[in-house]
């Protein structure tokens, strides 16, 4: 089922950051998002990925088949890495682990309390909590901070092992990952700063 999103109008804070958006992604593909820092990527990953409700326009295809990975890891570090997977496993019906741990070469550390683990190694725990959730849609907003250049390639592996299986991603980032996936520059749908009518205006 592809995601489509029409004439989508987004804000931060209150204050619209993006406007007009539209686009679709389509089962198997992978799509990524360009521009600079402050723009609006990561408020439009939260709002498609229900946080926070659109300033208007429509969102189709998302409810409950989105899986998504802010900044934060998302991990308990007093819990080991094995069982951070089993929670997230648990909550989402996932009957192995197993895959996840091998993806991103976690088998080794799957007895270390996450709070014990390296920058790099607690970003890769983050991402594999994505692959327990057997959900279609992944949304990453700069995944690969933190991570050597041995892992992005494990990233982008399991990316392409999603795509290969009918999955789709919106992934933020700033580097090149090697994914065969379209991109999409928001800079030209930065909202507009809003007319202020008269004097009075300017205090209200």
Do not use: C
Request: proline share 6%; net charge neutral; glycine share 12%.
């Amino acid at each position: 089922m592809t995601l489509s999103v029409t004439d989508l109008a987004i804000t931060r804070g209150g204050i619209p950051v993006l406007e007009g958006l539209s686009f679709a992604l389509e089962p198997g593909k992978a799509l990524i998002l360009r521009g600079p820092n402050g723009i609006g990527k990561t408020t439009l990953l939260r709002t498609l990925a229900g946080l926070q409700p659109p300033l208007s326009g429509q969102v189709n295809g998302a409810e409950d088949r989105i899986a998504y990975a802010a900044h934060s890891d998302g991990i308990k570090p007093t819990l080991t890495v094995a069982e951070n997977l089993a929670f997230w496993a648990s909550v989402f019906g996932t009957k192995s682990t197993q895959p996840a741990l091998d993806a991103f070469d976690l088998g080794d550390l799957s007895g270390r309390p996450a709070g014990q683990l390296s920058a790099g190694q607690k970003r890769r725990l983050g991402l594999a909590r994505i692959l327990v959730t057997a959900r279609p849609i992944w949304m990453l907003d700069e995944p690969t901070v933190s991570l050597d250049r041995s892992a992005v390639q494990m990233f982008a592996d399991a990316v392409r092992g999603h795509l290969g299986q009918g999955g789709s991603a919106l992934i933020a980032t700033h580097i090149d990952l090697g994914l065969d996936g379209e991109v999409l520059d928001v800079g030209p749908y930065k909202a507009r700063p809003k007319a202020i009518d008269d004097f009075d205006g300017a205090f209200l």
